[in-house]
Structures are given as structure tokens and as C-alpha cells.
């Protein structure tokens, strides 16, 4: 009975013991459970800190994105305006070195232009020069010619009909046009006598001026000749002109070196020769006393033929 008293005595003692400590356990965890449960409570208020921190940060950071994406855009536009620019610059550079390139073609034609003003000045100057000398020696010709034609109508004019013969200056040139019929026959070359003695008068007034060349032209009309001496117009011409050369130089002692013989057959007509009277005018001789190149040289340069 002791002993049954004591079982339930040390089990009642030990369900006590039980219960105490289940008690303070319980107390424990409680406290600890609050805790917890207060930390949980501060850990979600962090949390949703966070949260709305993370959610701000997402916020700049797609903010940032688009600022950076919004920079790259503007970076690129920059450089593209850069690379127009650096265009615009080695166009403006292009230009500027052709520009300066043309100033000084400009510069070296500008150079060039005004020594050929120089020169064309010169030149003008020395053809002014050349014309007043050429002025004064056709002044000059024109007199000694004047003075050689009156002198040569002063002697033809006694004994030879006006039709016969016809002295005029032109230019710096006397001449003189005998007609066909006063110094030759028809179809014939050899002078007759009267012809002899106009030919004798006219070198008398040529030997007064040995600085004139004598040329002698021979003209025909325009009808057809061929004989067993006469082959056709030229020779006609030729051979009329060549008789009264060797007149003047054989007969006259007019100086070979100045005559000058030439045939102009039936061209250089004077009238039409399909009249009498325009087949004879066509038919004559014509004299022409002009200067000799080196005089009218002379003339044009008067201080050089002094020091020659």
C-alpha cells in the first residue's frame, strides 16, 4: 500500500514536473513566437520598403534607359552633323584652294594682259611711226610722179594725136597707154617709125630718172592669131613688148637692168570686144614708170639709206 502510495506519489510528482515545465516552455515560446511574429511584422514593412524602393529604382532605372537611349540618339546626331560639317569644311577648303588658284591665274594673266598692252602699245606706236613714213614717202612719190607725168605730156603732146596717147598717175605710178594703131600694123610686132620717135621721147624723160624701173605691157583684143612667127594672143603680147624694150635699151641706151617686158594677152580688157571701137581701145601698150623696191625702201627709211 506504502508502495503503490509512492508510485502515485512519484507519478504525480513527475506529471507535476510535467506541467510546470511545459508551462514555462510554453510562456518561452510565446514570448519568442511574439517576437517573431513582431520581427515577421518589421520584416514585411521592410519588405514592402524594398519592394517600393526596388520599384522606384526599376522606375529610374527604365527613366535612365531612356535618357541613355535618348543621349546615343543625340551622340549619333551630333556625329552625323560633325561628319556634314567636316564635308562642308573640305568642300569650303576645296573651294577656297580653287579660288586662290584662280587668283593667281588671274594675277599671272593680269601680268601677261598688261604686257601685251605694253606691247600692243609699242607696236601701235611704231605702225603710227610706219604710216606718217609711209604718208610722207607716198607724198613724196606721188610729187616726183606728178612732176614725171607733166614732163611726159609735155613732150608727147606735139605731133601725136590725144587718142593715141594717155598719160595718168595712180597711186605711186606713172602710166602711159600708146594705142595699137601709132606703134604697130595689125597683127604684126615691129614698131614702125613713128613709134620709134614717141618711144625716143618718152626714154629721154626715163634717163632723166635712173631710180625708176620701166616696165613695158603688152595688150591684144580678143580675136584669135597664128601665124608662122605669131603662135596666139600671149605671144603677140609678149613679142609687142619685148620690141619696144629693145628699142629703149638698143636705140635709147636705157639701162637693161631697168626694163621689164610683159605680155597680158587678150585679158584685162578695157572694153568689151565685140566692137571695132573696143577691139582697138583693147589693143595697146602700156608703159608703167614706178619706183624701185629699194627706193621706196629708201623712202620709207630715210635715216638708214643715209648711213648706207
Known amino acids: 500500500m506504502i508502495t503503490l502510495l509512492k508510485i502515485f506519489l512519484f507519478f504525480g510528482i513527475g506529471i507535476l514536473m510535467t506541467s510546470c515545465i511545459s508551462k514555462k516552455k510554453m510562456t518561452a515560446l510565446q514570448s519568442e513566437y511574439e517576437v517573431t511574429n513582431k520581427q515577421l511584422g518589421e520584416c514585411g514593412e521592410n519588405l514592402n520598403e524594398y519592394m517600393a524602393r526596388l520599384a522606384a529604382c526599376k522606375q529610374e532605372n527604365e527613366k535612365l534607359k531612356g535618357q541613355v537611349q535618348t543621349s546615343k540618339s543625340n551622340l549619333q546626331l551630333r556625329e552625323e552633323q560633325i561628319s556634314d560639317l567636316k564635308e562642308q569644311i573640305n568642300d569650303v577648303r576645296v573651294l577656297r584652294d580653287k ?57 608727147l603732146k606735139s605731133g601725136i594725136e590725144d587718142n593715141d596717147v594717155e598719160v595718168k598717175v595712180d597711186k605711186t605710178v606713172v602710166f602711159v597707154n600708146l594705142s595699137d594703131k601709132m606703134l604697130f600694123k ?4 615691129t614698131l614702125t617709125p613713128k613709134a620709134k620717135g614717141v618711144l625716143g621721147k618718152i626714154a629721154k624723160i626715163v634717163e632723166s630718172r635712173p631710180d625708176l624701173e620701166v616696165m613695158v605691157e603688152g595688150y591684144t583684143d580678143s580675136r584669135s592669131i597664128k601665124t608662122n612667127c605669131i603662135q596666139d594672143n600671149w605671144d603677140l603680147s609678149v613679142k609687142r613688148s619685148t620690141s619696144v624694150i629693145r628699142v629703149l635699151q638698143n636705140n635709147y641706151g636705157v639701162d637693161p637692168n631697168r626694163l621689164i617686158a610683159a605680155g597680158r594677152g587678150e585679158y584685162n580688157a578695157l572694153e568689151s570686144n565685140d566692137t571695132a571701137e573696143g577691139r582697138s581701145i583693147n589693143r595697146r601698150t602700156r608703159i608703167i614708170i614706178l619706183p624701185k623696191l629699194d627706193q621706196f625702201y629708201d623712202l620709207l627709211n630715210p635715216n638708214l639709206a643715209k648711213k648706207q
Open 99 to 155: 579660288q586662290l588658284s584662280q587668283v593667281d591665274d588671274l594675277t599671272t594673266l593680269s601680268q601677261s594682259a598688261n604686257e601685251n598692252i605694253k606691247e600692243t602699245l609699242l607696236q601701235l606706236e611704231k605702225k603710227d611711226k610706219y604710216i606718217n613714213l609711209l604718208q610722207a614717202a607716198k607724198t613724196r612719190a606721188d610729187s616726183i610722179n606728178l612732176v614725171l607725168a607733166v614732163n611726159l605730156k609735155g613732150v
Open 186 to 189: 595689125s597683127g604684126s610686132s
